[in-house]
């Protein structure tokens, strides 16, 4: 049985909908990630998961307790779920251990039982030496972790993280999604995490929620998600894609040959009529460039960013974007030829 | 103890038979009289009676004057009817020589016996029955042919709402624990807007909380009565009171009277003012100040007044035209002419005189064009608790004593003649008094408030 | 857990209904005798007073010292608490206290002591006349210029703690954000300080014009002598006019625009607020920072003393002037000094303390109530999303804008008769209910300030940790709230302590309170008593004010 079941999870306010029929199944242990733009209804649903908000329709359960349906709403006082958010929302009449200490004391543990968990907790989120300043005292990144310890310390069913690192800086970034992935690998902890930022989704989830609007694009492991994404909204917040026009040619079994526009012809995987028009999406690392004086692509702007350079191509009127290794001999003006490995091809 | 339960139970049976409630008379009385002798007792002092008690009929009858007087009974006779009348409160009992009929405030009731005219001449009535229709408690004594009348003294509270200064009427309440140990007066004192505002609002509430009030506009008397909201009464001290002092339907009596004065700053205004007319004399521009009519009963009254008497709304069209201040009440303008930020206005006698009398720089005249010398009432409302504690309290005010107390303290000019003034006071029959008709004041005082507020209360 | 009521809910339903009883019922007293005539049902009440023109003149008279009262008010107050609160004046704490000391001076003993200073025959006109060499009264007190000044002196304190408070709270970096951006301390105060701080600007300026509109004490002392009329004072004079038909109905009828005026601003208020965001306490806390003023930190702090002389000092030197006179109008000289006065107010002694005692009692009662409902009413006005959870701060508000007079009558009308064998008419409980219905909205517009400047996930991380809704009110919601609720508790303490509108209506033998027997003394020949009474009473609450400070270090009273 999934641990977490959303069924059919729908938020209206009025006329508009936040979140329309959100169906998932989480497996024990894993970390999915709902992503999209704001406005898309991540944060909403995963309001909905932590009790804050109720749905319209549909029903939550996890690992077979229903925390909310027609007949049922579980308060989230009562659904031992942890959750950090986006402000880390520490209290700042409390300091650091009873920030922490909060929910252990609400559930009137023993004092040796809090400080058991609280030395665990303190130790796994490096804040040990910490624990009697005040939240004032604290940097952004310190104040990110008290929230986080504060979530675990409770040994929640599941973990809710509200873009927890949108507020620092990208090296801390970066760490930070290493400290929750690791975290979430020791303690086998199932995490759902909301973020609009598609390179921490990539690089931390086991399961990746694409959302637009309040309805669902796509639903995957990164691979798939960036290898074959399902329409061109998805392939289009995910990586850094092209998008040219094309006419599908033939067509059978699966595999068709589509004409993009100003490149050529390329195969790919698609089970389309003949003649019709698509969108195709070229991922700047998918394109090889070569020298090729007949060309009618021109190298437009070349900017060298140390590890690798970016191109914008001209074609026509039209122009796409490609990242090459750092040390590539294109400069502006340059007529060159491209190869495109791989192309992603979508309805109109 | 069972006899006075018994007693208790006769008395009640006789009152829910007899189908009224007892009465008390002011005061705690014991009033002993024995058969045949011409001593005796009120209070255990000695009295001589012009005519010794008899018994007729297993009954015993005193003579009509001193039952009643004892008790503080207004007593009248008809010599034509042959009635004997007893007023005490709110009980009127009336007597007919020769007959066991009387009559209880409108209700027939049998006697036993019937009061006599004797052949000395003097007038009897049985005292059972008197005493016991004013609610006292009769004992016989067959040994010494006593009978012991007792009027026990009245407890209770009641609340009292006037516009009196607090000064004044506090040691009027301290003179009357004195005399009735067992009555508490709960006072409320504000000004007179304000008592008849809260007065207002328990009526249209639908619950009177006061008993008795006083304020300083006699109108409001008047129109109580006409709306039905006060008892009618008659103390035993209306008798002293002269017709002025007394509503015609017997709803409220004056117990004091005040005079609306010219004051005056002695440090700075050099020819002595003579009266009204004073007021409107150009030197005097920006400096003259009176109360307002619509926030004070004492201006309401001086103003519906002065129109009775030839003083038209012109006059106070040149009042205004002449500056003049406009203040909440008659303190305030004393206090006003006392600082000397205005020169001359027109307070009450009582406030004039103790502001003098402390020393500030302050003296008053009574005004040529007649002065508004104003009865001060006092009514009794008619869903009162406790009448007989609104009686005592009444009883209190119109006796000589306290009177004399007022003339005293300076608190009022009483209405009880008799009284004895101070060596250099000015005599008030001198006083020319402005006619005035309250009746007729009552019912245009909501006009005049009107009027009073156009002038003044636009610029 | 089945679907059902949540506690939240239940109480917001009750806090409705038990508003409806103390609040609605008394005001339908009003309302429905406005529209009734010769006892039925009628818009002649309201055709003859609104359509006389007296009344007309009255109600623009209203609004202009009304307005331009607040307007005063509110500039004077936010300039002094940005001048507290964010600049590096010297003695920062002595000047915070100096400057609410007029909350300590009851209004009533405060306009008299005005007239005796800038009357015409007041202290300081005859100083000024004396060293110009003028004939003529320099200063006219009487009329809306002096009735604007003393309403502004009286009422910029209540704006001063809000907008400390608010001030105090407000995150730092939004104004350092704008220093960063070069931009001056003229700049950061007038685009960043201000804007966001209108939503406490508004709740301020709200509470300060619908306490002006309602005065009646200060326009009676210094308009009715001119004749300058405001609308209390009209109906004042109405409902005293016992001899008129329908006066109460002609009263109601007034009372009726002070009703509607106190609406339609209360939602022009909720509109301009709702518009925007203003979280600003959020779980990354830092502290305002100060701005240093340089030489001018000593002007402003010499101007908040100069301030603190007019409000406070001159006053009371007035007051005790008169109180130790031996009779009104000899020169103040100490050849007439005298203590009689004092012995005779203290010798009266059992009323005093009687009265004292009583004052204590409604003062703290009536703050801790008041806050204690202010609260929960402004709990739900700002942080509630259930339908209708602005109804109660709505009729929580309403009261304050009525005159005490009207609000008095209101309640004797509403209550005078037993409920269900129980009468709280003449005793001390309908004053304790007539002030908490009146003062109510002191706490909801002081607490909802706080309220509002607190992010809502805090409250959230405590659900999410597993505390109830009200577990999460005790531990997260309270303690920040802490200084809005202690803000709140003195702000209906004090004028609960020395009200007497609604006393001078309400009192019963027993009952007085001290506003009452300051007021009745000073209605004799002999108003020295009423000012020894009114020093007496200042002392009390100077003396009270500093061992509350001293007792909890500094951290609670003025």
């Given at each position: 049985m999934p641990y977490i079941e959303l069924r059919n999870l729908t938020k209206k306010y009025g006329r508009v909908t936040?979140?329309?029929a959100f169906d998932l199944d989480i497996d024990e242990s894993r970390l999915v990630s709902l992503l999209?733009?704001?406005?898309?209804?991540k944060t909403t649903t995963l309001r909905m998961i932590a009790g804050l908000i109720e749905p319209t329709l549909g029903e939550i359960s996890i690992r077979g307790r229903i925390l909310s349906s027609d007949s049922i709403f579980v308060p989230p006082e009562k659904r031992n779920i942890g959750m950090v958010f986006q402000s880390y929302?520490?209290?700042?009449?409390?300091?650091v251990f009873n920030n922490i200490a909060y929910p252990l004391k609400v559930q009137k543990k023993s004092r040796g039982e809090i400080k058991g968990r609280m030395d665990r907790v303190l130790d796994l989120v490096k804040l040990k030496d910490c624990?009697?300043?005040?939240?004032?005292?604290?940097s952004g990144g310190q104040q990110q972790r008290v929230a986080l310890a504060r979530a675990l310390v409770m040994e929640p069913m599941v973990l809710l993280l509200d873009e927890?690192?949108?507020?620092?800086d990208a090296k801390l970034r970066e760490e930070m999604c290493y400290e929750i992935k690791d975290l979430q690998r020791r303690l086998s902890m199932t995490i759902i995490y909301v973020t609009h930022d598609q390179s921490e989704a990539m690089a931390m989830s086991d399961v990746i929620v694409v959302m637009k609007e309040g309805v669902v694009q796509q639903i995957g492991n990164p691979r798939e998600i960036y290898n074959?994404?399902?329409?061109r909204f998805v392939a289009d917040f995910i990586g850094q894609t092209n998008f040219l026009p094309g006419i599908v040619k033939s067509g059978k079994d699966g595999r068709c040959c589509v004409e993009v526009h100003g490149i050529g012809d390329m195969e790919c995987f698609c089970s389309l009529q003949e003649g019709t028009h698509v969108t195709v999406g070229i991922r700047y690392m998918d394109i090889e460039l070569f020298h090729s004086p007949d060309s009618c692509i021109t190298v437009g702007s070349a900017t060298f960013r140390g590890d690798k350079t970016d191109y914008i191509l001209k074609l026509g009127e039209r122009s796409i974007r490609t990242t090459q290794p750092a040390d590539g001999e294109y400069k502006e003006g340059d007529k060159v030829g491209v190869k495109v490995k791989y192309i992603s091809v979508f309805k109109e | 103890m069972k006899k006075a339960v018994v007693m208790l139970l006769v008395v009640s049976l006789f009152a829910v038979i007899l189908g009224f409630t007892p009465v008390r008379a002011a005061g705690g009385i014991v009033v002993q009289i024995t058969v045949g002798s011409t001593k005796a007792y009120i209070n255990s002092k000695v009295v001589v009676l012009d005519q010794p008690p008899i018994i007729e009929n297993g009954r015993t009858l005193v003579p009509v004057r001193f039952i009643g007087e004892a008790f503080g009974a207004t007593i009248g006779w008809d010599p034509v009817k042959k009635t004997v009348s007893y007023v005490l409160e709110d009980k009127n009992i009336v007597l007919t020589i020769g007959s066991i009929t009387a009559m209880v405030n409108g209700v027939k009731t049998t006697l036993d016996v019937a009061p006599k005219i004797l052949p000395t001449g003097r007038t009897v009535v049985p005292v059972r029955f008197i005493s016991e229709s004013i609610g006292a408690k009769v004992d016989w004594n067959s040994t010494t042919r006593m009978v012991t009348v007792t009027v026990a003294p009245i407890t209770g509270t009641i609340n009292y709402y006037t516009s009196m200064p607090e000064v004044n009427i506090t040691a009027l309440i301290e003179e009357f624990k004195k005399v009735q140990p067992g009555i508490k007066v709960n006072l409320y004192r504000a000004a007179t807007g304000t008592v008849l505002a809260k007065l207002n609002a328990e009526i249209q509430g639908g619950n009177?909380?006061?008993d008795v009030l006083s304020v300083a506009e006699p109108s409001t008397s008047i129109l109580l009565r006409e709306q039905g909201q006060l008892l009618k009464f008659t103390p035993?001290?209306?008798?002293?009171?002269?017709?002025?002092?007394?509503d015609k339907d017997g709803y409220f009596y004056a117990f004091g009277v005040t005079d609306m004065v010219i004051i005056y700053n002695t440090q700075l205004v050099k020819d002595k003012p003579t009266g009204y007319?004073?007021?409107?004399?150009?030197?005097y521009k920006g400096k003259v100040c009176i109360g307002d009519a619509a926030s004070s009963g004492a201006f309401t009254h001086l103003v519906g007044t002065m129109l009775q008497n030839g003083f038209g709304w012109d006059y106070f069209q040149k009042l205004k035209a002449n500056g003049v201040v406009v203040v909440p009440g008659p303190s305030d303008v004393a206090q006003k002419v006392a600082t000397g930020e205005v020169l001359i206005g027109i307070t009450q006698d009582s406030t004039a005189k103790q502001m003098k009398e402390s020393g500030s720089p302050v003296d008053y005249i009574y005004p040529a064009e007649g002065t508004d010398i104003k009865n001060c009432n006092i009514e009794i409302l008619k869903?009162?608790?406790n009448k007989d504690a609104a009686f005592a309290w009444i009883e209190f005010l119109l006796s000589k004593e306290t009177q004399q107390f007022i003339l005293d303290n300076k608190i009022m000019t009483p209405v009880v003649p008799g009284m004895k003034y101070p060596?250099?006071?000015?005599?008030?029959?001198?006083i020319k008094a402005m006619k005035l008709d309250d009746e007729l004041l009552a019912t245009q005082s909501a006009d005049t408030i009107q009027k009073f507020s156009q002038i003044f209360g636009g610029a | 857990m089945k679907k059902g009521i949540r506690p939240e809910v239940w109480v917001l339903v009750f806090l409705i209904l038990g508003l409806t009883v103390i609040v609605i019922y008394p005001l339908w007293q009003i309302v429905s005798r406005a529209f009734s005539y010769n006892g039925m049902l009628s818009l002649e009440s309201i055709r003859q007073t609104w359509g006389d023109p007296l009344n007309q003149l009255a109600l623009t008279r209203s609004l202009t010292v009304s307005g331009f009262g607040t307007l005063f008010s509110v500039l004077l107050g936010s300039l002094l608490a940005w001048i507290v609160t964010r600049t590096d004046i010297p003695h920062v704490r002595l000047v915070k206290t100096l400057l609410i000391?007029?909350?300590?001076?009851p209004p009533f003993v405060g306009a008299i002591a005005w007239l005796q200073l800038?009357?015409?025959?007041g202290y300081l006109n005859k100083l000024l006349m004396w060293m110009t060499g003028?004939?003529?009264?320099?200063?006219?007190?009487?009329g809306p210029v002096g009735i604007i000044l003393v309403m502004t002196f009286f009422s910029y304190p209540t704006v001063f703690l809000i907008m400390c408070a608010a001030l105090e709270k407000m995150d730092a970096t939004l104004e350092e954000a704008a220093f960063m951006s070069a931009a001056g301390k003229w700049n950061v105060l007038k685009d960043i300080t201000v804007p966001i701080m209108a939503p406490a600007i508004g709740s301020a300026a709200l509470l300060v014009f619908s306490h002006d509109m309602a005065n009646f004490g200060i326009p009676a002392i210094l308009g009715m002598p001119r004749g300058y009329l405001v609308l209390t004072t009209k109906i004042f004079q109405a409902i005293q006019n016992?001899?008129?038909?329908?006066n109460f109905n002609f009263a109601s009828a007034l009372a009726m625009e002070l009703l509607i005026m106190a609406i339609t601003a209360l939602f022009i208020q909720k509109i301009y607020t709702s518009k925007?965001?203003?979280?600003?306490?959020?779980?990354?806390s830092a502290h305002p920072r100060t701005m240093s003023m340089g030489t001018w930190k000593y002007i402003l702090f010499g101007f908040a003393m100069v301030l603190f002389i007019c409000t406070t000092l001159a006053p009371i030197t007035a007051i005790v002037l008169s109180s130790i006179?031996?009779?009104?109008?000899?020169?103040?000289?100490?050849?007439?000094?005298?203590f009689n006065n004092y012995s005779y107010v203290l010798l009266r002694s059992q009323t005093t303390i009687r009265a004292l005692r009583n004052s204590l009692f409604l003062g703290v009662a009536s703050a801790t109530i008041t806050t204690i409902l202010g609260g929960l009413i402004s709990y739900y006005s700002v942080r509630?999303?259930?339908?209708?959870?602005?109804v109660a701060d709505f009729i929580g508000s309403?009261?304050?804008?009525?005159p005490g007079t009207v609000l008095g009558l209101a309640i004797i009308l509403a209550w005078s008769k037993p409920i269900a064998g129980v009468t709280?008419?003449?005793?001390i409980w309908i004053i304790l209910l007539a002030y908490v219905t009146n003062y109510l909205t002191l706490s909801i517009r002081t607490t909802s300030a706080s309220f509002a400047q607190i992010h809502e996930s805090l409250d959230e991380a405590a659900r999410m940790s597993g505390a109830s809704w009200w577990r999460t009110m005790v531990d997260v919601v309270i303690p920040l709230v802490k200084p809005g609720l202690i803000a709140s508790w003195f702000l209906v303490f004090m004028p609960s302590f020395r009200e007497l509108t609604l006393s001078i209506l309400l009192w019963s033998v027993g009952n007085e309170t001290i506003g009452v027997s300051v007021f009745n003394l000073s209605?004799?020949?002999?108003?020295q008593y009423a000012s020894a009474m009114g020093v007496i009473l200042i002392v009390i609450l100077f003396t009270g004010n500093f061992l509350t400070r001293k007792l909890t270090k500094g951290n609670y009273g003025f």
């Open positions: 936040a979140v329309q999209g733009p704001s406005g898309c209804g929302a520490v209290w700042p009449h409390m300091n624990s009697s300043r005040m939240p004032h005292e604290l927890p690192v949108s507020n620092l074959q994404p399902k329409n | 009177v909380v006061v035993s001290g209306a008798k002293n009171l002269a017709e002025q002092y007394k007319s004073d007021m409107l004399k150009p030197e869903s009162t608790k060596a250099n006071s000015i005599d008030p029959s001198t | 000391t007029p909350f300590l001076i800038l009357g015409p025959v003028s004939g003529e009264p320099l200063f006219i007190i009487y016992f001899g008129l038909k329908n925007k965001q203003y979280t600003v306490v959020t779980g990354k006179i031996k009779a009104v109008g000899l020169p103040p000289g100490p050849a007439n000094w005298t509630s999303k259930l339908r209708g959870h602005q309403l009261p304050y804008t009525i709280i008419y003449d005793t209605q004799g020949g002999q108003p």
